[in-house]
């Protein structure tokens, strides 16, 4: 593919301008323990209206991008991380500024993301374009296999107890069924509610869900003070040399690789590839006895690969329309929210949207290379902010964007409803993830379904008999079988 062209688009000043904005509130929120980029990005889409396709999805993208990165400077220098990206950093990042060298850690941390991010992107370009083409071909059969594998992975990769895994996907799943039937076009489940003949907007909902949710669980439990011991630290030796590089290079690209595959599983997360690199660093280090002491190698393997979800979680999200996250559930409402749909046909009907998003990747984790080094050092003060002073911004911007979505305070009691129904699934401890990733790809599994029993004259053969249905089962019995045995012996 000719890469200049999107590249030059995306270096535009306006789509450049807001490629660095998104990432500089990314880095922001993502050091603020209790808030997330899932938040951010929720909060953002409405006031995304009323700009051009290409922007709106290139700083969402560049805020996702910097709120994986920005975690790592709290958990590093205060020993809470800002999102459960960097849990695994915080195992040898406060040790590191405990023995004073904050500045170290943080360093090696933004390198090791730098890296990972450039090496999913590459993976990102290999992947996409190809895949959306082979995807062209695919049956609704095959897109209705691929959907459910990726519901039934969801849930038992899901943190936890798989059974409120299940529990929450089913739910996003009956949240997703008022409205108008896709296929038939009457209206179900509406029972009587004018409101409700669009359904549940996905915007309110994931709004309630994140931020309401939080500012729920802020006002009935406040959060403890904050450490701040590493705050004070001097942040020097940040940068990486070459024999660094030449010395954890190979863990570099390993955790990198990781990260970017784990990232494209659905529903995944930037948490379990910074796990699962991290304990394979463990498994190939000659100081294993290091690790959780102080480890340089830990935070690097934990650093790259959470970072390199990004773009591995990107993969089906571009070429398939299926999203790997939690925040390309996300990211799959703002294409909608501007007109485009997700899916295979992206790339063949807006091709140069789709390549200039690629190239706004790069440029994304350039600009958060350069902003963590000049900005860690105000961030790390920032984030020792009470988030109780943040909260209430955090609840207008939340009513506001919900109510400008249509103009109705209809869709603001949604936002508030579904904000009792986050606290309350958090508070017991049910994962979000099933359930928002179970509301977005229910319409597209029913459509599928529903299309391809309609060609058929409802024969249902096809998915045990041909080839994807097939591959699909087998690999969703392979990865249940495994995740079985894991839990078990764990």
């Given at each position: ?422 606290f309350g699934m958090e508070r017991r401890n049910y994962p979000l ?58």
């Amino acid at each position: 593919m000719d890469f200049l062209a999107p590249l030059l688009q995306a270096l535009a000043p306006v789509t450049l301008l807001y490629i660095t904005i998104g990432v500089f509130l990314g880095i922001t929120i993502g050091a603020i323990p209790g808030l997330t980029g899932s938040m951010l990005i929720a909060l953002s889409l409405p006031f995304t209206f009323t700009m051009e396709a290409v922007n709106a999805i290139a700083m969402l993208i560049a805020m996702y991008v910097g709120a994986v990165s920005g975690s790592l400077i709290t958990a590093v220098l205060m020993r809470m991380p800002g999102t459960a990206a960097s849990v695994m950093t915080t195992f040898d990042g406060y040790p590191m500024t405990q023995n004073g060298k904050a500045g170290r850690a943080i360093g090696l941390g933004i390198a090791a993301s730098f890296i990972g991010g450039i090496i999913s992107w590459m993976f990102l370009i290999a992947l996409a374009e190809p895949l959306s083409r082979i995807a062209v071909r695919f049956t609704e059969f095959d897109f209705f296999s691929m959907i459910v594998m990726a519901l039934l992975l969801l849930v038992v990769l899901s943190k936890g107890n798989m059974i409120k895994g299940l529990i929450a996907g089913l739910l996003g799943i009956l949240i997703a069924l008022p409205g108008l039937d896709p296929i038939g076009g009457n209206y179900r489940f509406t029972y009587g509610i004018a409101e409700l003949r669009d359904g549940f907007k996905l915007l309110p909902v994931l709004v309630g869900l994140f931020a309401g949710n939080q500012i729920l669980s802020e006002i009935i439990k406040p959060g403890k003070g904050r450490v701040q011991s590493g705050i004070s630290q001097s942040l020097h030796g940040m940068f990486m040399s070459l024999s660094d590089l030449r010395r954890h290079g190979v863990n570099l690209v390993r955790s990198s690789v990781i990260g970017t595959w784990i990232g494209i599983l659905p529903g995944v997360g930037a948490n379990i590839g910074s796990a699962f690199a991290y304990s394979v660093a463990k498994s190939f280090s000659s100081e294993p006895e290091k690790y959780g002491h102080g480890s340089e190698e830990g935070v690097i393997a934990s650093e790259s690969a959470n970072n390199a979800t990004v773009g591995g979680a990107l993969v089906p999200l571009i070429a398939l329309g299926i999203p790997g996250s939690v925040v390309d559930a996300i990211l799959i409402g703002g294409l909608v929210i501007h007109g485009l749909q997700p899916g295979p046909g992206l790339y063949r009907s807006n091709p140069e949207f789709v390549q200039t998003i690629l190239a706004s990747v790069l440029i994304a984790n350039v600009i958060m290379l350069a902003l963590m080094y000049l900005i860690t050092p105000w961030i790390a003060r920032i984030a020792a902010v009470p988030t109780k002073l943040l909260l209430p911004g955090i609840l207008v911007l939340s009513v506001i964007g919900s109510f400008a979505l249509a103009n109705s305070w209809f869709d603001v009691l949604v936002m508030l409803g579904f904000s009792v129904v986050g606290f309350g699934m958090e508070r017991r401890n049910y994962p979000l993830a099933p359930l928002v990733i179970g509301l977005v790809l229910a319409p597209l599994a029913e459509t599928s379904f529903r299309n391809a029993t309609m060609y058929t004259d409802g024969d249902i053969l096809p998915l045990v008999f041909t080839p994807i249905p097939v591959a699909c089962m087998v690999l969703t019995g392979i990865m249940w079988y495994f995740m079985f045995r894991i839990r078990k012996n764990g």
